[in-house]
């Protein structure tokens, strides 16, 4: 049968595809795929990745045999149907509707996955065809989703794509349509099927922040690979190559080979030299796979680094090794195969290894890799489909004319990006405006080049092969997002394992409470510390300030300028917490010090009278953040509160210019002691006393240095005063009228 054979009217056709038309069309396929790859109608398997253009695709397969036979025919036609033809009309008229002309891969499968669940629901009670399906049969299958506990999302995609299937109707056969579902009733709303607690808020906002606890010290471990051990583990990693390259393969041996296989094994005899083994896991694995013998414990002779060294076959090794005899001729074995690079990297002055062996190589690059992915996205704010789109010679450094310094990265991006018809272009579009980075980010994106020759600086060719992909199987040349999940799990176990031997468990990473790490929840994390942790450092002295002023410039020309729009959310939050806490410490009776402590009274007391309860709209949150009045911020290692009037700041005369209003907050390293804006509460003075026991507990070392000593002590001095003038304002407490 033809593909749109049978008609309703002159110009509607309906959709019946034969086996052997292509599921994917021509205009919609990858760059590449040639017609014979491209999925059919009768398969039951559609590859749907031929529908995505990112470097970053991997298989996006379907299995139609998982899907109930009975109504297995009807919903194959409905989604040739919507890969096939434009979006019905019906669609883009609902309300609040982000619908495109052109359904995305990602989308597509959402849809099919929800055929799916919808399928073996109907199929379970025995519903075999969907004209039988009727509006009370939709309303019962929502309140199944409902109370199977999903989240509000999922629950609402699941009855989306069933709506999809009633718009599409006009182009389907009588037999493949389905009703007007009840929750498109224009009388409905969709809490009426979901329930009340249904809420559509979604975005990066509601991701979870990483906890500071694990999000420190692997951070600081990525930058250390970065800034510290790249050179190591870059010259190891091509000493390494180099070895692998030079291993003959079995149909081209060289005729000489087994004799310098000979000649090298009498050298190492005669010169008392030891045959390298494999190490670790690899041995270990390598070890139980080989070995015929169970008790046999002898360590596995690492074959493929003797080959790379000679230029022979992996077979012409074991030939002269069995030569030798079982005990390989009384030449002793070494602990490992160590490369020919020296290590240089240290850790606090210490060698962090004392060689890089053959099996700790690709590895360790792997590592590399990964803590240079966390620092480039962690750091710069971007999403994860544009730092693994970022391409070698991406970053440049640009001197102007004042003498300043900037790093800006030219790459893709894909969110928001359309034709001229407001579909989505599925292979995104350089980004007109270059991201501004820190010198870090930099530093990041020169070691993925020295790390390989591929275009795209974190490529699938950096990647342990265990299994050669199936022939249907799609591998774009760069790295999903979602590979980075274990990729980033095993470097924390590296990171880890490293801080245990080298005795640092100071800096070892414990498990994130929420789950693992994605790279989604980087971008709400480094907000969440720029605003929380306003004292606290990345490493090596870089502050969050600068990171914040870099995503500033960044976005702030966009007219999606999503990545302030999480940063203003993270402020917000930050601010209301400040707030909330002032007003706890009000009404506890602290007093309250200092040239702004009226300012202080007067925000907790209007936080508390136009926001108590909370506040959930963003509206509310806008108010919030752009009330001039109510702009507290609180360091936990200050001695006092930032109530910031930028045209009295010290900290930065010119915080009032050229600044968005919602990115201005205090630059706590640059505090003076004579701003108008600073205020104080007894609970700072309970932080000044600790300080003050920590100093007598520091100045009762006798062998504390004379310059740390004295610097304790005006340390001491100046704690002192600070309590003395809250001591001496003591009066001033909450109950006392601002005004």
Not at 161 to 189: C, F, I, N, Q
Not at 632 to 640: G, T
């Amino acid at each position: 049968m033809s593909t749109l054979n049978a008609t309703v009217g002159a110009d509607v056709p309906l959709v019946d595809p034969g086996p052997d038309v292509p599921v994917v069309p021509v205009h919609r396929r990858r760059p590449g795929v040639r017609e014979d790859e491209v999925s059919r109608f009768g398969d039951l398997r559609w590859e749907l990745a031929h529908l995505e253009h990112k470097d970053t695709t991997s298989t996006k397969a379907f299995l139609w045999s998982n899907f109930p036979a009975s109504l297995r025919d009807p919903f194959m036609r409905i989604a040739w149907a919507l890969i096939n033809i434009s979006t019905p009309d019906v669609l883009h008229a609902r309300l609040g509707a982000r619908s495109r002309s052109v359904v995305s891969a990602s989308s597509v499968m959402t849809a099919l996955t929800g055929f799916r669940k919808f399928a073996r629901w109907l199929d379970a009670r025995s519903v075999m065809r969907l004209t039988d399906v009727d509006q009370p049969i939709l309303a019962q299958y929502a309140a199944y989703l409902g109370e199977k506990g999903f989240t509000d999302g999922h629950d609402e995609r699941q009855l989306f794509a069933l709506t999809r299937v009633w718009a599409y109707a006009p182009h389907l056969l009588p037999e493949d349509r389905l009703v007007m579902p009840p929750w498109e009733d224009p009388g409905a709303a969709i809490i009426d099927f979901l329930g009340d607690d249904f809420s559509r808020e979604r975005g990066e906002n509601k991701e979870v922040v990483i906890h500071p606890a694990t999000m420190s010290p692997l951070l600081i471990w990525a930058l250390r690979l970065v800034l510290d051990l790249a050179p190591d583990i870059i010259d190891a990693h091509w000493a390494w190559r180099r070895l692998k390259t030079n291993i003959r393969p079995r149909d081209a041996a060289a005729a000489d080979g087994l004799r310098l296989v000979r000649a090298y094994l009498q050298h190492l005899k005669a010169s008392g030299g030891s045959l390298p083994a494999y190490i670790g896991s690899t041995g270990q694995h390598l070890g139980n796979h080989w070995r015929a013998d169970a008790a046999d414990e002898r360590p596995l002779i690492n074959i493929s680094f003797l080959a790379g060294q000679l230029g022979v076959t992996r077979h012409q090794v074991e030939m002269g090794l069995l030569e030798l005899g079982p005990d390989f001729g009384g030449l002793t074995v070494a602990d490992g195969a160590a490369l020919a690079v020296d290590v240089t990297g240290r850790i606090d002055g210490d060698v962090w290894a004392k060689a890089i062996d053959f099996t700790e190589a690709q590895p360790l690059a792997g590592h590399l890799m990964t803590a240079a992915l966390l620092a480039i996205g962690y750091l710069s704010g971007m999403r994860p489909e544009e730092v693994l789109h970022l391409e070698r010679g991406c970053c440049i450094q640009e001197e102007r004319e004042a003498g300043t310094v900037r790093y800006r990265i030219t790459g893709r991006h894909f969110k928001g990006v359309t034709d001229e018809d407001g579909n989505t272009l599925p292979g995104g579009e350089i980004r007109p405006e270059p991201w501004t980075v820190i010198e870090l980010v930099d530093r990041a994106v020169k070691v993925l080049e020295q790390l390989h020759d591929d275009r795209l600086l974190f490529p699938r060719s950096l990647t342990v092969r265990t299994l050669e992909p199936a022939a249907a199987e799609i591998r774009a040349e760069g790295l999903n997002p979602n590979r980075f999940i274990e990729r980033i799990k095993s470097f924390i176990g590296w990171a880890n394992a490293t801080a245990t031997r080298l005795g640092r468990p100071h800096e070892l990473i414990p498990a994130d409470p929420h789950g693992p790490i994605t790279l989604r929840r980087l971008r709400r994390t480094v907000a969440w510390f720029i605003y929380r942790r306003p004292g606290g450092r990345i490493a090596l002295g870089l502050q969050y300030g600068h990171v914040g002023s870099s995503l500033a410039e960044s976005y702030g020309g966009r007219t999606k300028a999503d990545m302030l729009e999480i940063l203003d959310f993270e402020k917000t939050l930050a601010l209301a917490d400040a707030l909330a806490e002032a007003n706890d410490r009000l009404s506890a009776g602290e007093a309250v010090s200092g040239p702004a402590a009226d300012r202080y009274i007067a925000a907790g007391n209007e936080f508390t009278a136009r926001y108590a309860g909370g506040f959930a709209t963003k509206g509310q949150m806008k108010a919030l953040r752009n009330n001039p009045r109510l702009q507290i911020f609180e360091d936990p290692q200050a001695l006092l509160t930032c109530n910031l009037d930028p045209y009295k700041a010290l900290c930065d005369p010119d915080l009032a210019k050229d600044t968005k209003p919602s990115m201005r907050t205090p630059n706590w390293n640059r505090c003076n002691p004579a701003c108008a804006n600073i205020s104080r509460t007894d609970t700072h003075m309970q932080r000044a006393h600790e300080q003050l026991t920590q100093i007598d507990t520091d100045c009762a070392d006798p062998y504390l240095p004379h310059p740390i000593r004295r610097r304790l002590e005006l340390c001491r001095a100046s704690t002192e005063k600070i309590i003395e003038a809250h001591e001496a304002a003591a009066g001033r407490t909450a109950d006392k009228d601002p005004t």
